[in-house]
């Protein structure tokens, strides 16, 4: 079945420089690679998706990009803020099957 | 409109005793999951509701854990014989049927048996 990783699991990074997160995953099958946000004490939140017919896809200032001959995916946040500060989790799917894979997530910390 | 919801927001048991966590999803939402997250891991899937089709429960740990769905609305994820290694935040997310890849998670239930 389906396998993603995430890395790195802790990543700290100065208020105003960029992020990057990678996930790799596993079953070429996978077509829909979604990002999700987790602040303390509160669910997951979607915060930007890509299809695998599309290779890159931006939204302010985060952005993911797909690489589907590698099958590893990144989310890139710039300009990073402390309100950025959270667990972020990628996972990956198939048309054919409902279930999210997912990664196990990045620590992302904002120093001021 | 209203999130999901999710009750109790904490909770403490003692080993063996049995609980109950709720989850009300988004109105119109037909498909309703349940997730585990144990301290500073990721997210195990544990079942899967879609309207009146059969759920998945192929992510149930074991046999003590059970889930319903009445009415196609709320959920409830129960626990039996509760075990330390149940300690969790138990999370449950809603979607569309249409749009199953985008979950709407509730804060969950923070499970702590002592």
Known sequence: ?112 | GAGVSQSPSNKVTEKGKDVELRCDPISGHTALYWYRQSLGQGLEFLIYFQGNSAPDKSGLPSDRFSAERTGGSVSTLTIQRTQQEDSAVYLCASSLITRAYEQYFGPGTRLTVT
């Open chain 1, 1 to 112: 079945g389906e396998n993603v990783e995430q890395h790195p699991s802790t990543l700290s990074v100065q208020e105003g420089d960029s992020a990057v997160i990678k996930c790799t995953y596993s079953d070429s099958a996978s077509n829909y690679f979604p990002w999700y946000k987790q602040e303390l004490g509160k669910g997951p939140q979607l915060i930007i998706d890509i299809r695998s017919n599309v290779g890159e896809k931006k939204d302010q200032r985060i952005a993911v990009t797909l690489n589907k001959t590698a099958k590893h995916f990144s989310l890139h946040i710039t300009e990073t803020q402390p309100e950025d500060s959270a667990v972020y989790f990628c996972a990956a799917r198939m048309d054919s099957n409902y279930q999210l894979i997912w990664g196990a997530g990045t620590k992302l910390i904002i120093k001021p």
